[in-house]
């Protein structure tokens, strides 16, 4: 039964074709017989059936056409007083086909029940059916017109469920489109992150890094042991480096954090302590300072702040020069965590660079910014008054 369905709707020109082959047999059987009353009607009925057949058989291509050659051949069988024939089952078909077909427009569907409606009343006055008995022939015409109203409703139901269908399917691929676009967003978002992270990563630990490799050259012969000392800041520094790269690689690769000792957590808040003695041990005096009572915020806003302050440590180490300080302030509001760090080094120039200047690769104040704006919180970064540079920024406990 299923292979029969799917072969039907594969081929319904096929289909029709063998409707309309039937009808004009049926059709032309009734020619034949004796019912018909002279050789003259047999003939002014064959041009009637062969119509008919041909509505069938083209009703799908030629829709509104084929209606109105049975409109036409229905008033043909009028004018020739043709009686009723086996074949004129086509009426039905046709009338059928235009209510269910969405190439034909509303009025018209209309337009054709209206018509349908009309042939009983029209036939009953031609043929004059039970003559001297008008309530018969009432009757009758109201009892022919519920054939072609249900051939009406029966077409125009499909057509509304076709249509529902399609905007089903138009609706789910739109939907499709979004997610797969939504999709796309968050890729790149992803990506964006994972390039601040390794820029925030790589740009710290190699800096810190290569400031305690120029020492250590420096002291080899005079201070072997404070050369030692520096060799141990840089193995551990880079176990701290890679141990992050590790982690960022493990997130592209799998789309979650990776649980092992080889990994480390994302830094918080609490570590900007941990990260401010480091940058003291590679010979930057950084003061620190804590106001108001620390508690736990959310996991973005923890990053962030420590992202923030790890950039512009390493940004004064790097153009700060020699003789630089730097104070780190963090500010624990009702409903926020406020940062200020700051430099009184003459790197303010190059730190502008940061934000796509001359060296054309900066990435610092840009990731701060795109950090910053992911959590709903506001960035003001220049020089400050008396030389050196600041930070100042607000991240907010909530989106805004």
Do not use: C
């Not at 034949?32 to 069938?56: E, I, K």
Request: glycine share 8%.
């Amino acid at each position: 039964m299923q292979r029969l369905y799917d072969f039907l709707r594969r081929h319904p020109t096929g289909v029709d074709s063998f409707w309309a082959v039937f009808l004009f047999g049926v059709g032309m059987l009734q020619v034949a017989d004796d019912s018909f009353s002279s050789t003259t009607a047999r003939m002014l009925a064959v041009p009637a059936v062969v119509s008919m057949s041909l509505v069938v058989a083209l009703r799908r291509k030629w829709t509104q056409a084929m209606f109105w050659v049975a409109v036409g051949t229905g008033v043909y069988k009028l004018i020739t007083h043709t009686e009723v024939n086996n074949a004129d089952l086509a009426m039905l078909i046709i009338l059928y086909t235009v209510a269910a077909s969405a190439e034909v427009s509303r009025r018209m569907s209309r337009t054709a029940l209206a018509i349908g409606f009309l042939a009983s009343p029209l036939y009953a006055l031609r043929f004059q059916v039970d003559k001297g008995d008008f309530r018969n022939n009432v009757l009758f015409t109201l009892f022919a017109m519920v054939p072609f109203a249900l051939a009406w409703v029966l077409g125009d139901s499909l057509r509304t469920r076709r249509a529902y269908y399609a905007q089903l399917v138009e609706r789910n691929q739109r939907l499709e489109n979004q997610r797969e676009a939504q999709a796309k967003v968050a890729v790149a978002a992803e990506r964006a992150r994972i390039a601040r992270e390794l820029h925030d990563v790589v740009a710290h630990n190699v800096s810190v890094m290569v400031v305690q490799a120029d020492g250590a050259a420096y002291v080899m012969d005079a201070a072997p042991e404070q050369a030692k000392e520096a060799l141990q800041t840089i193995s551990g520094t880079g176990r701290q480096a890679l141990a992050e790269m590790r982690r960022l690689l493990g997130v592209l690769r799998t789309g979650e954090p990776q649980e092992s000792e080889d990994y480390v957590p994302q830094p918080d808040v609490e570590q900007i302590e941990v990260l401010v003695e480091q940058v003291r041990t590679a010979g930057l005096a950084v003061d620190f300072e804590v106001e108001g009572a620390p508690r736990r915020l959310p996991s973005g806003v923890e990053l962030t702040a420590y992202r923030i302050v790890q950039e512009a440590l390493t940004n004064t180490r790097k153009h700060g020069g020699p003789d630089a300080k730097a104070s780190v302030r963090l500010v624990y509001f009702d409903d926020g965590l406020g940062l200020l760090v700051e430099d009184d080094g003459r790197g303010a120039a190059h730190e502008l660079y940061e934000d796509g200047g001359a060296d054309g690769a900066g990435h610092g104040l840009i990731g701060m910014r795109e950090r910053i704006g992911m959590v709903g919180g506001t960035l003001d970064a220049g020089p400050r008054p008396g030389g050196g540079f600041r930070i100042s920024a607000l991240l907010p406990l909530k989106k805004r």
